[in-house]
């Protein structure tokens, strides 16, 4: 009641199905930065929605 704020509702992040996959997708975007995202997904095994990616 003594708070300026007006109470909010916090919750932590979930992360993204992308997360496991960052690090390879990464490395493969410094040696090939101008890879499509269909090239990258076969590279990485990527069977989700190409739109996530």
Known sequence: ???DEHP???R???GSIVD???PEIRKL???YPQMPATVIA???G???SMTVL
Do not use: D, F, H, N
């Open 42 to 44: 076969q590279r990485i």
């Open 1 to 3: 009641m003594a708070s």
């Open 20 to 22: 496991a996959y960052e």
């Open 8 to 10: 909010a509702y916090r």
């Open 46 to 48: 990527w069977s989700t």
């Open 12 to 14: 932590p992040g979930r």
């Open 29 to 31: 975007l410094v040696k």
